[in-house]
């Protein structure tokens, strides 16, 4: 189970983060990811961690978020800061043996890919 929790409203420039806490998943070396879906937009990819550490972001996050594994690697987070508004959606987690592990290049990561994900947190940024 994936159980996203941390969103909530911020003003523009404020930082938030978001905690994914992971039970009963059991794979070794998993892709973990953060995805966001705003409202009549199709769920994108945000950032993704693999079994080494190694980590990728979404052009529109780089350098303003961070995804990290907490609690042995097992929990996920994702730190925010500088906010906008475009930041505005709804954040999910989610795992999934995946090879290659990125949001960037020809074959960026889909939430399609991925067999196991939460319900998601709603995260608001206003001006």
């Keep these: 189970q994936f159980q996203e929790s941390g969103g909530g409203s911020v003003q523009v420039g404020g930082s938030l983060r978001l905690s994914c806490a992971v039970s009963g998943y059991t794979t070794d070396t998993p ?5 966001r879906q705003a409202p009549g937009k199709e769920r994108e990819g945000v950032a993704t961690i693999d079994g080494n550490g190694r980590t990728t ?7 303003r978020f961070t995804i990290s594994k907490d609690n042995g690697a097992h929990d996920l987070s994702l730190q925010m800061i500088s906010l906008k508004p475009e ?3 709804m954040y999910y ?3 999934e043996n ?3 592990c990125t ?21 608001t940024v206003f001006s």
């Design 93 to 95: 987690c989610a795992a």
């Design 87 to 89: 930041d505005t959606a």
């Design 57 to 63: 972001y979404s052009e529109s996050v780089k350098g």
């Design 103 to 123: 949001v960037t290049g020809d074959a960026p990561v889909r939430w399609a890919d991925f067999g196991y994900g939460g319900p998601g947190t709603q995260v």
């Design 98 to 100: 995946l090879v290659p």
């Design 31 to 35: 892709c973990m990811a953060w995805f």
